[in-house]
């Protein structure tokens, strides 16, 4: 029963991050799986299982605050769903041993790329313009594919991509992206069901994941509004790295000593990221404060614009519309 509550527990907080970044739930969650000691494919599996609940309550919540773009939604959910299908029939023919380290491997790389991504700020909202679908279709193909196969991944594929783009508002950005999740979680959890049976999901897993996602789902939709997500990514990116850091040194049994001389590296690196987010953090806010009232409308009325990455440029170019 305590396990069960520690893993709601993690689904909640994994929930919480995945609806103010628009990324983490499914690397977070699975990450912790595996470092607890579950096979590679059913931690993939019951994670995507959960997400199909999560990811239902997380878009009608994003949906209900007006940060979904039913136009995005549209045109990356399908692809993402063939390549998320595609990645759990693959992950679920290979063996456990030979799993391991690629999924670990994956994670690795997804957190790697968090800490970068949120400790330096993103460059100027360009004019908006419609986002084609031979951008968007190998877009959702690549991260559904990416998710399935790593247990995670869709997010922080599709996010960053569509935040670089340029052309459309960072909330809706990551509503869209979290409301396309549910049909690519359900893709993904037939393709597990018909690779792996129904022995392939943990149940008490997918149910505890689920109760917590469900809670924290309507929370964190809005907290997309108000929450540092600089500082949020900077440290969900540092855990990730050092969690799954472990698991490749045991997947090729790395002597002892290089080991504590890897974590002791991975815990400078995120010390020094989490730094310069909070750095980035602080400047952003900063311009903001010094931009002339005509210019940033309703900067003080939302505050999310000055904490996630994209600042006060994304406040300039597209003013709230909600």
Do not use: C
């Amino acid at each position: 029963m305590r396990k069960l509550l520690i893993l709601a527990l993690v689904g909640l907080l994994a929930q919480l991050v995945d609806g103010a970044l628009g990324m983490a739930y499914g690397v977070t969650s699975t990450t912790l799986l595996l470092l607890a000691g579950v096979a590679p494919a059913s931690a993939s599996a019951s994670v995507h299982l959960a997400e199909i609940g999560t990811t239902l309550a997380s878009g009608t919540a994003h949906w209900r605050f007006g940060n979904v773009d039913w136009r995005i939604v549209a045109r990356i959910a399908v692809p993402g769903a063939v390549g998320a299908f595609a990645g759990a029939t693959l992950l679920s023919s290979i063996s456990t041993e030979a799993a391991a380290p690629w999924m670990a491997g994956i994670l690795l790389a997804l957190g790697v790329y968090l800490l970068l991504r949120f400790a330096r700020p993103v460059g100027a909202t360009r004019v908006r313009r419609p986002l084609r679908t031979r951008f968007l279709a190998p877009l959702g193909l690549t991260a559904g594919f990416i998710d399935a196969t790593g247990g995670g991944g869709w997010g922080p594929v599709a996010t960053p991509s569509l935040l670089v783009s340029g052309r459309l508002e960072p909330r809706k950005v990551i509503g869209s992206v979290d409301t396309s999740e549910f049909l690519v979680a359900v893709a993904a959890s037939l393709g597990f069901l018909i690779g792996l049976g129904a022995q392939g999901f943990v149940f008490p897993i997918v149910a505890a994941l689920l109760v917590g996602g469900l809670i924290a789902a309507p929370i964190a939709a809005y907290l997309v509004r108000v929450v540092p997500a600089q500082l949020l990514g900077a440290a969900v990116g540092g855990l990730i790295v050092l969690t799954n850091s472990r698991t490749m040194m045991r997947a090729f049994d790395v002597a002892g000593e290089l080991r504590v001389t890897v974590y002791l590296l991975v815990v400078a690196a995120w010390v020094v990221a989490f730094g310069l987010a909070v750095r980035v953090l602080r400047r952003t806010r900063a311009e903001a404060a010094g931009t002339p009232d005509h210019l940033v409308g309703s900067a003080n009325a939302d505050p999310a614009q000055a904490g996630h990455p994209e600042g006060r440029e994304a406040v300039v170019t597209h003013p709230r519309s909600s």
